[in-house]
Structures are given as C-alpha cells and as structure tokens.
C-alpha cells in the first residue's frame, strides 16, 4: 500500500505539470511511457515463447510522436509559440503512415538479410502489433496537446479516467452483484455492471463540475458536456478489459512491475491507449 502511495504522489504531480505547461518535459514524458509501455508488451508476448524484434519496435514506437511533433514545427512555429498561443495547431498524422511503413520495410529486410523464413508472419505481426497498440494509439496524446485548449483538454480527459476507473472499483466493491447477477465479462470476472454504470454517472458529474469550476473556457457545451464523459468511461473501461485479454491470453498477472504495487506502464495507461484517439477525433468533428 505504502508503494502505492508513493507512487501516486509522484506520478499524479508529474503528469499535471507535463499536460498543462510541458513541452519538452512533456515530450520527453510521452516518448519514455511508449518506449516502456512497448517494452512491456514484447515482454508479455516472449514469457509465450513469441518472437518479435525489441529494438526495432521501441525505436520506432518512441519515433511516432517525436514525428508528430516534429510535423508541428515545420510550419513554422517555435516551441514558445506552441505553449503561449491559445490558438489551435496543425498535426500531419499521415506521418505515423510513413513510421509504420518503415517499420513493416525493416522487419522484412531483417528476415531476408537473416535468410530466415520459419516464423517470419509471427515475427513481424507481433512487432508491429505493439507499435500499433502502445504507440500509433497512444501517441493521438500529441496532436490533443497542440489543439485548441490542447492542455486543459489533455488534463479533463486524465481527470475523467481517472475518476471513471476509481469509481468503477469502489461503487463495484460496494454495490457489485447486488443489482445484476451476473458480471460485466468474464475476461475480468470481478467487474461487475454496478461498477460499470456507476463509473459513467460519476464522470459525467465530474466533467460538469470540469467545466463549471476548474476550465470555464474549455471548448465543451450543451449535450456534449453528457456525450464525452459517457465516452470516455465506456472507451476506458474497454481500454483496461483490452489489455486484460492480452495478459490472460499470455499468462502474466501485470504488464510489469516498474510502478510496484500499481504495476506497469501498461496497467496505468490502458484506459487512456483507447480514449486518446477516440477523444481527438470526437473533438476535432464535433468541437
């Protein structure tokens, strides 16, 4: 327990600060959590005896979002225009297309220099299946950090995950069963529907007490205030159930250990791999 504390008094600081007035720092954040996020799932996938290409996947995991923000500064701008404008900024993510191109032409050429062809579908699948996963995923947190409102944005969706996976666990210890026999899935039997409906009603609570009390001027209004919350609980509860059936399917209990008591990388941001992309999207359409 006492790790776990102290974890979270260092992770929680830390992640409020990169969102809300990071750049290189925030940069620097996203780039070591996909580089270890990445790492851990080789990990996994190798106690299974699978075989994929460490080195290769964790470089070009950890290129994605350097890309992306790269994309940001051929226009023209400067790391203080990025962070001082409240103005919305441009994000070319074909350029992810381009990283993940590359990757499929190093893998191949790797076999075809190795003269291996056993294993080689395997090989190239399960690599690029955690840049895929961990990083394209993961790495929408760039182009969210640099839109319009881009930190506090970043920052309401953290506190909306946050809240939907506490409140998931407490009202489904509390209540859990009691109302619905059944469980929410028998990948992870002890959530429980309770829980699942209990953790959309506090995030949507939780955005409009956002909107009303802490980032008045968030670019949100009317029937989105419901609309993203819900989204965001529903997408973050099946992010966390995601990376469940990866871990039973290769037998491990946490991604890995590097938090402690909380586990890995992956356990922490599971939620967040699915709600970033689908959050961009939905802000960048409706917003």
Same mark, same amino acid.
């Given at each position: 327990?006492?790790?776990?504390?102290?974890?979270?008094?260092?992770?929680?600081?830390?992640?409020?600060?990169?969102?809300?007035?990071?750049?290189?720092?925030?940069?620097?954040?996203?780039?070591?959590?996909?580089?270890?996020?990445?790492?851990?799932?080789?990990?996994?996938?190798?106690?299974?005896?699978?075989?994929?290409?460490?080195?290769?996947?964790?470089?070009?995991?950890?290129?994605?979002?350097?890309?992306?923000?790269?994309?940001?500064?051929?226009?023209?701008?400067?790391?203080?225009?990025?962070?001082?404008?409240?103005?919305?900024?441009?994000?070319?993510?074909?350029?992810?297309?381009?990283?993940?191109?590359?990757?499929?032409?190093?893998?191949?050429?790797?076999?075809?220099?190795?003269?291996?062809?056993? =294993? +080689?579908?395997?090989?190239?699948?399960? *690599? %690029? $299946?955690? /840049?895929?996963?961990?990083? &394209?995923?993961?790495?929408? @947190?760039?182009?969210?950090?640099?839109?319009?409102?881009?930190?506090?944005?970043?920052?309401?969706?953290?506190?909306?995950?946050?809240?939907?996976?506490?409140?998931?666990?407490?009202?489904?210890?509390?209540?859990?069963?009691?109302?619905?026999?059944?469980?929410?899935?028998?990948?992870?039997?002890?959530?429980?529907?309770?829980?699942?409906? =209990? +953790?959309?009603?506090?995030?949507?609570? *939780? %955005? $409009?007490? /956002?909107?009303?009390?802490? &980032?008045?001027?968030?670019? @949100?209004?009317?029937?989105?205030?419901?609309?993203?919350?819900?989204?965001?609980?529903?997408?973050?509860?099946?992010?966390?159930?995601?990376?469940?059936?990866?871990?039973?399917?290769?037998?491990?209990?946490?991604?890995?250990?590097?938090?402690?008591?909380?586990?890995?990388?992956?356990?922490?941001?599971?939620?967040?791999?699915?709600?970033?992309?689908?959050?961009?999207?939905?802000?960048?359409?409706? $917003?």
């Amino acid at each position: 327990m006492l790790n776990r504390i102290l974890v979270a008094l260092i992770l929680v600081p830390l992640t409020v600060y990169v969102y809300l007035y990071g750049d290189k720092s925030f940069m620097a954040f996203t780039v070591l959590l996909i580089g270890i996020g990445i790492y851990e799932f080789y990990k996994m996938m190798e106690s299974k005896g699978i075989v994929v290409n460490k080195v290769v996947g964790v470089i070009l995991g950890g290129s994605i979002p350097i890309t992306l923000y790269l994309s940001l500064l051929s226009h023209g701008n400067t790391l203080e225009k990025l962070i001082k404008k409240n103005t919305e900024h441009n994000v070319d993510m074909s350029m992810c297309t381009m990283v993940l191109i590359l990757g499929m032409f190093i893998l191949m050429f790797i076999r075809i220099y190795q003269n291996k062809v056993k =294993g +080689s579908s395997s090989y190239i699948g399960y *690599t %690029m $299946l955690g /840049i895929l996963y961990v990083s &394209f995923l993961f790495s929408h @947190i760039v182009p969210i950090k640099y839109m319009l409102n881009g930190s506090q944005w970043l920052m309401t969706i953290q506190i909306l995950v946050w809240i939907s996976d506490t409140f998931a666990y407490l009202v489904g210890v509390k209540f859990g069963r009691k109302l619905f026999s059944r469980g929410l899935c028998e990948i992870s039997p002890k959530k429980s529907i309770e829980g699942s409906l =209990g +953790s959309i009603i506090f995030t949507v609570i *939780t %955005m $409009l007490l /956002i909107k009303r009390f802490l &980032f008045k001027d968030l670019n @949100i209004f009317g029937i989105h205030l419901f609309i993203v919350p819900i989204l965001v609980a529903m997408i973050g509860q099946i992010g966390d159930l995601a990376e469940s059936v990866f871990k039973r399917e290769f037998g491990v209990k946490d991604s890995g250990k590097i938090l402690g008591g909380h586990g890995g990388i992956l356990d922490r941001y599971d939620s967040l791999i699915w709600v970033f992309p689908f959050m961009y999207y939905y802000i960048n359409i409706f $917003l």
